[in-house]
């Protein structure tokens, strides 16, 4: 899995490409916990080049989504590819993320 | 204290307060619930990974927990992938070898006693009472108030009330007015753990096959 770091409007941008599997999901992980280590509010996961997602690659998604809210921050999820809106359906993720379009209005 | 493995949560809540008696459930449930949380457990602990279509062995070396080990050693031992649903299965019937090993760790952590008693000086009957229910009223209050409010849950949360769910078990731990209006937002919550999900599907059809068995109507759920 290829991932991508940037900031857009000041606000944390990762930019996941390929597969989010049990194998790929530490090193997000480790990417994510940088990133929160440095006290952002918000933070937004571009997923316009995820192929698929796993259990474990869901893992992530929540539990970033937790913390960031835990301490009054948002995570949001941009650009859903057709199998990670399928996932995201069937997990109730729909109902329970936040979920944009498009990167401009998640970082809006 | 050490966290709780699900498999243990799973055992000691499927336990009643006061009694220590198994809490009545549909048949075959608790075996998927406790298949589903040997899953979850390895899946937590990076050995396995699982989607809609199988399940993934990760990383076959122990756990070292014994509680986990002999399962992860069966999954690395078989040679052709198979979906969750076909291990929740394979795990189910071995129900009383992922139970009692739990129960024994749940006496040693002193969290719950054992009981023998005798019914009529002759039938021997063996409860598992809680030793002050701390642990059991600890889970209940933190998940009680994720379903009463709209906190997002971790993952850890997630997978236990979805497991939970599966195997029919929140019916009796959130029993009450506050929580059947609440029925949407835990059915949201127990989706979201894949295992869960599968434990639920499993539940359902036993449920269903025993009705259908027993020219019964099949039970609203």
Redesign the interface.
């Given at each position: 899995m290829e991932i991508t770091a940037s900031v857009v409007n000041e606000i944390p941008v990762l930019t996941l490409r390929g597969r989010l599997?049990?194998?790929a999901?530490?090193a997000v992980e480790e990417k994510v916990a940088a990133l929160l280590a440095t006290g952002p509010q918000r933070m937004v996961f571009d997923c316009s080049g995820i192929e698929?997602a796993?259990?474990?690659g869901?893992?992530v998604f929540?539990?970033t989504?937790?913390k960031l809210?835990t301490v009054g921050g948002r995570c949001g999820f941009a650009s859903l590819t057709p199998p990670l809106r399928e996932i995201f359906g069937?997990?109730?993720?729909l109902?329970?993320?936040e979920i944009h379009d498009n990167l401009e209005s998640a970082t809006a | 204290m050490q966290q709780l493995t699900f498999t243990e949560e799973i055992v000691l809540l499927a336990l009643d307060d006061k009694t220590g008696a198994q809490l009545p459930l549909p048949v075959t449930a608790l075996g998927y619930g406790l298949a589903g949380a040997v899953l979850a457990d390895l899946?937590i602990a990076?050995k396995?990974?699982?989607?809609?279509q199988q399940l993934?062995l990760?990383d076959p070396s122990p756990t070292g927990d014994p509680l986990l080990d002999p399962w992860l050693a069966l999954i690395a031992a078989e040679k052709n992938p198979r979906s969750v649903a076909s291990w929740l299965s394979v795990l189910a019937d071995r129900q009383q070898e992922i139970e009692q090993p739990a129960l024994e760790r749940l006496i040693s952590r002193g969290i719950l006693k054992r009981q023998d008693k005798k019914i009529l000086w002759v039938i021997g009957l063996r409860r598992y009472p809680t030793v002050d229910g701390h642990e059991r009223t600890e889970v209940r209050t933190r998940l009680g108030q994720l379903i009463l409010g709209e906190?997002?849950?971790?993952?850890r949360d997630?997978t236990l009330l979805s497991l939970l769910r599966g195997c029919r078990l929140t019916d009796n731990i959130f029993d009450g007015p506050e929580f059947s209006a609440r029925d949407a937002r835990l059915a949201?919550?127990a989706?979201?753990?894949?295992?869960g999900?599968e434990v639920s599907a499993a539940t359902t059809e036993a449920i269903i096959a025993l009705s259908v068995a027993m020219n019964a109507p099949v039970p609203h759920m």
């Open positions: 599997d049990g194998l999901a530490p698929y796993s259990s474990a869901l893992r929540l539990a989504a937790k809210k069937v997990s109730g993720f109902d329970v993320l | 899946a990076g396995i990974d699982t989607d809609a993934t990760l906190d997002l849950p971790d993952p997630a949201t919550l989706k979201m753990d894949l295992v999900r």
